[in-house]
T-cell receptor
Framework: DAKTTQPPSMDCAEGRAANLPCNHSTISGNEYVYWYRQIHSQGPQYIIHGLKNNETNEMASLIITEDRKSSTLILPHATLRDTAVYYC??????????FGPGTRLSVLP | DTGVSQDPRHKITKRGQNVTFRCDPISEHNRLYWYRQTLGQGPEFLTYFQNEAQLEKSRLLSDRFSAERPKGSFSTLEIQRTEQGDSAMYLCANDIGDYGYTFGSGTRLTVV
C-alpha cells in the first residue's frame, strides 16, 4: 500500500500557484519524498524529490515540513499543460515505487 | 522522448489470445521495471530485473504472465490466455538512481 495520502482532486487558475499537499506520517528517516506527474495517455514523469530540505528545480518547488510528515509540491505559475495526475511517493533505497491514486489537478483558464 | 521505448503503443486482442509487449530501456541502466495501470488508479508494480535476473514478482503477476530480459537488454512481457481483466496500461521503467524512474509511454491493452 502507498505510504502517502493526497486529495483526489484540485483546481487551480491558470497563472496562479498550484499547491499540492501530501501526507506521509509514517515516513522513515532514510526515505525520500518523490513527486511524479502523469499526463493523459503518457507514462509518469519525474518532477522533483527531497529528503528533508526544501528543493527547487525548473519545474517545481518541494516544501517538506520539519517533522517530515507532510510535504507540498508547488507549481509557481500553473499553465494548462500542467493539468495532470500528480503522485507523491515515499521511497527508500532498494524499494520499489508504490503509487497511490494521486491528485488530479485541473488548471482552469 | 523519455529514452524508454515501448512497443506497441496500443493492442486490441480477443479474450483467450496471447500477447507480448516489448520494452527497450535506456541502455546504461541495469534495473528495469514493469508496472500495470488501470483506469483511475496509480501504476501497480508487477516485476523488476537487475540485468537479466528477475529479482521480484508481485502477487499481481499470475502464472499467465511471464517476463524476460535476455542478455540484460530489452525486456518482454507476455500474457497468455488473456482475460478482460487484463485490460490496462502496461508501463516499463528504468531506475535512474537518485532521480527515481524514467517511464516509457506504455502499451495500452484492450481485451475484447
Amino acid at each position: 500500500d502507498a505510504k502517502t495520502t493526497q486529495p483526489p482532486s484540485m483546481d487551480c487558475a491558470e497563472g496562479r500557484a498550484a499547491n499540492l499537499p501530501c501526507n506521509h506520517s509514517t515516513i522513515s528517516g532514510n526515505e525520500y519524498v518523490y513527486w511524479y506527474r502523469q499526463i493523459h495517455s503518457q507514462g509518469p514523469q519525474y518532477i522533483i524529490h527531497g529528503l528533508k530540505n526544501n528543493e527547487t528545480n525548473e519545474m517545481a518547488s518541494l516544501i517538506i515540513t520539519e517533522d517530515r510528515k507532510s510535504s507540498t509540491l508547488i507549481l509557481p505559475h500553473a499553465t494548462l499543460r500542467d493539468t495532470a495526475v500528480y503522485y507523491c511517493i515515499v521511497n527508500g533505497y532498494g524499494q520499489n515505487f508504490v503509487f497511490g491514486p494521486g491528485t488530479r489537478l485541473s488548471v482552469l483558464p | 522522448d523519455t529514452g524508454v521505448s515501448q512497443d506497441p503503443r496500443h493492442k486490441i486482442t480477443k479474450r483467450g489470445q496471447n500477447v507480448t509487449f516489448r520494452c527497450d530501456p535506456i541502455s546504461e541502466h541495469n534495473r528495469l521495471y514493469w508496472y500495470r495501470q488501470t483506469l483511475g488508479q496509480g501504476p501497480e508494480f508487477l516485476t523488476y530485473f537487475q540485468n537479466e535476473a528477475q529479482l521480484e514478482k508481485s502477487r499481481l503477476l499470475s502464472d499467465r504472465f511471464s517476463a524476460e530480459r535476455p542478455k540484460g537488454s530489452f525486456s518482454t512481457l507476455e500474457i497468455q490466455r488473456t482475460e478482460q481483466g487484463d485490460s490496462a496500461m502496461y508501463l516499463c521503467a528504468n531506475d535512474i538512481g537518485d532521480y527515481g524512474y524514467t517511464f516509457g509511454s506504455g502499451t495500452r491493452l484492450t481485451v475484447v
